[in-house]
C-alpha cells in the first residue's frame, strides 16, 4: 500500500481478544496477545499507524467479560453493542490524534 500511495495515512486495526473454551472456561486464544503485538511492531515500523482493540477490550482474557455483558459471542465475534462501543471508541481515538495533530501545527 505504502509503495502504491506513498503519502497516504494508513490505520491497522489490530484484532480484539479472541475465545477459545479451555477446561470449560472462556479464555484467550493462546497466541493473541503476540499477533498483536507483532501487527503493532510491523505497522509502526512501516509508518503505519496502529489502534489496538485487544488492549482496548481489557487484553488477556477479555472475551469473556465481553461476552458476558452482551458485546461479544464467546468466539470474539462482536454482536451489535460490541460493536457500537469498538466504533465509538475508533472514532474517539482518530478524532482525538487529529486534534493533537492540529495543536502541533499550530506550534510550528
Wanted: aromatic share 10%.
Amino acid at each position: 500500500m505504502k509503495n502504491r500511495a506513498k503519502n497516504a495515512s494508513i490505520l491497522v486495526i489490530g484484532p480484539g481478544d479472541m475465545g477459545v473454551i479451555r477446561r470449560g472456561s472462556n479464555v484467550s486464544h493462546p497466541y493473541i496477545g503476540r499477533v498483536v503485538e507483532i501487527m503493532k511492531q510491523c505497522a509502526i515500523e512501516n509508518g503505519c499507524a496502529f489502534w489496538d482493540t485487544y488492549h482496548l477490550m481489557g487484553g488477556q482474557n477479555s472475551i469473556a467479560a465481553w461476552a458476558q455483558k452482551g458485546y461479544a459471542a464467546r468466539d470474539g465475534h462482536f454482536i451489535n453493542r460490541g460493536q457500537k462501543i469498538i466504533a465509538a471508541e475508533l472514532f474517539k481515538g482518530i478524532n482525538d490524534a487529529y486534534k493533537k495533530y492540529l495543536d502541533r501545527i499550530k506550534i510550528n
